[in-house]
């Protein structure tokens, strides 16, 4: 049973930094094209980033040059690094995952088969 468990959301001033874990259990990520998608109130869910599988990363343009993706194979933990956070970030931050081999993913919910339950981040002085 494949598993996406978030970690290390929470409250942060404007401008600050926050750093989010996504632990996944039953499948390897190795070559897993996985994303970070967030949700927030009154809006659809909308992808923020994602790390293709040769480790190609795309952004949306709101959090591009703020945010980084990485993955820890070893670990099997997806990153979501957000420095230099706006209000407008608040939101809850989901992670994804998907089977296939997909070299760039898109930021489209139907490329992942697999989410973990979200972890809330909230920006505000």
């Known amino acids: 049973q494949v598993q996406l468990v978030e970690s290390g959301g929470g409250s942060v001033q404007p401008g600050g930094s926050l750093r989010l874990s996504c632990a996944v259990s039953g499948m390897p990520i190795t070559y897993s094209p996985m994303a970070w998608f967030r949700r927030s109130p009154g809006k659809m869910r909308e992808g923020v980033a994602t790390?293709?599988?040769?480790?190609?990363?795309a952004y949306s343009d709101s959090v591009k040059g703020r945010f980084t993706i990485s993955k820890d194979i070893a670990k099997a933990t997806l990153y979501l690094e957000m420095n230099s956070l706006k209000p407008e970030d608040t939101a809850d931050y989901y992670c994804a995952a998907s089977a296939l081999y997909i070299s760039t993913p898109g930021l489209g919910e139907s490329e992942y088969g697999y989410w973990g339950q979200g972890t809330q981040v909230t920006v505000a002085s």
């Open positions: 790390i293709g599988s040769g480790g190609t990363t």
